[in-house]
T-cell receptor
Framework: QKEVEQDPGPLSVPEGAIVSLNCTYS??????FMWYRQYSRKGPELLMY????GNKEDGRFTAQVDKSSKYISLFIRDSQPSDSATYLC????????????FGTGTQLKVEL | DAGVIQSPRHEVTEMGQEVTLRCKPI?????LFWYRQTMMRGLELLIY????????DSGMPEDRFSAKMPNASFSTLKIQPSEPRDSAVYFC????????????FGPGTRLTVL
């Protein structure tokens, strides 16, 4: 079993929809949780960064962490065609901040 | 800032050949990372450096892979000899020291071994 599980999709939604992307993990030592966005043929770029449990909001994006369930989510409100990309969750343990464990990514397509 | 720079962007080679991938991290960053991305396994950390010193190479798949960082502005990942199963996109990333774990990725090198 992988340490981080992520549905690969593809997920197709109409413009303006609310998108929910999720990851589950098995390592209870993970304390830092990130979401990266990767456009086709590009490197990943950091989208959201959270420490421990709770919510974080940045514009149309909200990241949620539920450590009791080992479950993290990324919500995208008012989705736009420019949000079409692959979204990778990543996480690391306290003191192990350099060793990020990534999910395999969810491919999202927002259609006009 | 130009961001992390990788070269070449694409590499096609034949099995058994030596392959060298290059990376220039963002100036001032203390850490440099090499990753490999495939459809099946996703993004995997191969090795990372701190202040030019290799810290953890546990992700390097086998002895055919080696990485060096001779100075703060340059790193190489070498595969010798290359095999078809090495075909993947290889990313270099860098970050500042300190608590925040934000890594900045380069555009990647797409390697195809025939």
């Amino acid at each position: 079993q992988k340490e981080v599980e992520q549905d690969p999709g593809p997920l197709s939604v109409p413009e303006g929809a609310i998108v929910s992307l999720n990851c589950t993990y098995s390592n209870s030592a993970f304390q830092y949780f990130m979401w990266y966005r990767q456009y086709s043929r590009k490197g990943p770029e950091l989208l959201m960064y959270t420490y421990s449990s709770g919510n974080k909001e940045d514009g149309r994006f909200t990241a949620q962490v539920d450590k009791s369930s080992k479950y993290i989510s990324l919500f995208i409100r008012d989705s736009q065609p420019s949000d079409s990309a692959t979204y990778l969750c990543a996480m690391s343990a306290t003191g192990g901040g350099n060793k990020l464990t990534f999910g395999t990514g969810t491919q999202l397509k927002v259609e006009l | 800032d130009a961001g992390v720079i990788q070269s070449p962007r694409h590499e096609v080679t034949e099995m058994g050949q030596e392959v060298t991938l290059r990376c220039k991290p963002i100036s001032g960053h203390d850490y440099l990372f090499w990753y490999r991305q495939t459809m099946m396994r996703g993004l995997e950390l191969l090795i990372y450096f701190n202040n030019n010193v290799p810290i953890d190479d546990s992700g390097m798949p086998e002895d055919r892979f080696s990485a060096k960082m001779p100075n703060a502005s340059f790193s190489t990942l070498k595969i010798q000899p290359s095999e078809p199963r090495d075909s993947a996109v290889y990313f270099c990333a860098s970050r500042l020291g300190g608590g925040r774990n934000e890594q900045f990725f380069g555009p990647g090198t797409r390697l195809t071994v025939l």
